[in-house]
């Protein structure tokens, strides 16, 4: 392909399209611009695997670290698996690109985005997006676009595009939105407790900026001469699809309706219903049989077409009756119960929190200082102070597989559930510990994300944390015919795996903190988005209700067996001296008393230990070294050696001062062994600090207020 290069501005700030230069061996490559960040997206599709029965499409984020020009860590020095960012951004690419994809396609889709150049401002995750969408087009791939994402930001009252990595941190709002000529795709979000209309408000300022950059892709198109590609969908085998329907139909719905019936009740009866009434039938057909051949020849199609007339009745039955398969309204939330406190206490908090059949254990561990996550990726913090793991094994839906490393949904997950916390979280400052919470789903039945979200709140409390407020989650739905909407609060896994939506909402009784939304059609009007949101609400609320009525603040003690934490502040020119030679005095300490020790370049000196007695002696020792002794004051100190002239007495940790033998006593001394000997207590006072800094110390002239104010000082 000829080069060709497109610019596009939008709100004083450029994004540069340049096709044509690179990977000319790719179905279609683009390198997408704004500022110094780059990045290489390339689409390219090969002939699909026999046996193949949905859409294999495979999105590939690749961070290197050459593009902000540094080298990797570790042995290596080459990038190895891949950080969490990166797993989280080939997500973000996938999310919008996957619904516009005909959903029939069965060739290999494979998306590839190569950051090739990144500063402090930009981020690349967007841009990426937007390339993902273009290479597509460019690689005459089947396609429902064109498709776009900006990403908005809120500081004081004004919404930013793509704003800078600073001006996210110093904002109140990231937010991510992706979509079509026909609408939102896809909602990605962070907020400090934002209420819904303002969610709702920077979506479509959003939504306005993505159509710009549509219409920018439509320009493109049309100056490369080139076209959206289109295929015709494969045709079904004529008459296989009624012949199914007609046996039945009558039959799903007797078990659509069939409220009582759990998940595995009504699996099971539908299986029964395709073995007993679909596959017997088609099997007493001649051999010759247009449909019996059709499905011998396609052994999935019988099941791909179950499943969809199975859709089309719930869906049909929500929005003809308004009436779910659990027998639910639209608007109703299922049963709820939480508990904590239902581990030993070696586990430092824990909260059980129950929807429905969705089952979510969290646990929560407070740790020190030096447990922080260490980021090695292009994202300009260096650390992670609260981290949210979540696990999703099989037993948890009933099956069986081989138990492996995180995947990314369960990444997803986690990183939906972290951001939805991090708002509430107490500062530094305030609460210095590293959090970690896992989140155990012990059985699943739709929204375990938002289950997560519930069941850290429980967890955080119980183990003491003072978050600023708790917070809840809910998953709503949508089913979409022709005109007609329905909107649902608290998705079971039959509605997410059949609806048209997937909308994550979670946030205090404020507003909104975490938002998510993926879509399985090409797109969704402001209107319906701004009644999910709302409509999210009540039954946020409602969920939060029942949290509070099991934990309404968090525990006003921590775990005996979490660690314990002091600071101090000390002079940063003293550091070098509780550091030591060598580190030998803090490792002197850390060994005397079994405390850690962690300070930092600006004084801050933290000090922790399971037992508060250990970080308590740490504490003084160090207060020991760092306090500055002046003429005057009195100590209760204790002789450390003798010498011929005189005592040294050690007045503080690490401080010695002499008493001369003149000063051992008012009267003459012949030696000094004959007033005190090695590991005597003795009462001094400061007489002077010479020019050299020496301390020289008396015992005379001490007032007995002075001796027992000198006494309680030590005793403490």
Known sequence: ?????????????????????????????????????AVLVTATRSKGR??????????????????????????????GRPPEKVTLTSRLIDRPMRPLFPQWIRDDIQIVATTLSVDEQVPPDVLAVTGASVAVILAQIPFYGPMAAVRVGLVGDDFIINPTYKEIKEGDLDLVVAGSPEGVVMVEAGANCLPEQDIIEAIEFGY???????????ELMSELGIELATEPEPDVAEGLQTFIADRATEDI?????????????RDTALDEIKEQ????????????????VATEENSKSVGNLFKQLTKKLMR??????????????????????????????RVHGAGLFRRGLTQVLSLTTLGTPGDAQEMDDLHPDTEKRYLHHYNFPPYSVGETRPMRSPGRREIGHGALAERAILPVLPPKDEFPYVLRVVSEVLSSNGSTSMGSVCGSTLALMDAGVPIKKPVSGTAMGLIREDDGVRVLTDIQGIEDFLGDMDFKVAGTDDGITALQ??????????????????????????????????????????????????????????????IGPGGKTIKGITEETGAKIDIEDDGTVMIYSAESNS??????????????????????????????????????????????????????VGKVEDEVAVGDEVVVKVREIDSRGRINLTRLGIHPDEVAAAHAAAAE
């Open 517 to 578: 939304m993926d879509m399985k059609i090409h797109g969704l009007t402001m209107e319906v988005i701004a009644e999910a949101i709302n409509q999210a609400k009540a039954g946020r609320l409602h969920i939060l209700e029942k949290m509070i009525a099991t934990i309404d603040t968090p525990r006003e003690e921590l775990s005996p067996y979490a660690p314990r934490f002091l600071t101090l502040k000390i002079d940063p020119d003293m550091i070098g001296l509780v």
């Open 277 to 292: 009434k679909v596959a017997a039938a088609i099997a007493e057909l001649d051999a010759e049989d247009p449909i019996r």
């Open 615 to 668: 970080a308590a002696a740490a504490k003084r020792i160090i207060e020991g070294l760092t306090r500055k002794i002046t003429d005057g004051e009195v100590y209760l100190g204790k002789v450390t050696r003798i010498i011929q002239i005189g005592a040294f007495v050690e007045v503080l940790p690490g401080k010695e001062g002499m008493i001369h033998i003149s000063q051992l006593a008012d009267y003459r």
């Open 50 to 79: 026999e046996g193949i029965d949905f859409l294999p499409l495979l999105v590939d984020y690749e961070e290197r670290l050459y593009a902000a020009g540094r080298i990797p860590g570790g042995f290596l020095r080459r990038e």
């Open 1 to 37: 392909m000829q080069e060709f290069n497109k610019s596009i501005s939008f709100d004083g700030r450029d994004i540069r399209l340049q096709t044509g230069l690179l990977a000319p061996q790719a179905g279609g490559s683009v390198l997408i611009q704004s500022g110094e960040t």
């Open 316 to 345: 049909r039955q929500i929005m003809e009756q308004g009436v779910r398969v659990d027998g639910r309204k639209l608007d109703e939330v299922r049963p709820i119960s939480c508990q904590v406190g239902l581990l030993p206490k």
């Open 253 to 265: 719905k007797g078990i659509l309706q069939q409220f009582d019936f759990d998940k595995a009740a």
């Open 208 to 218: 306005e900026v993505v159509q710009d950059l549509i219409t920018a892709q439509r």
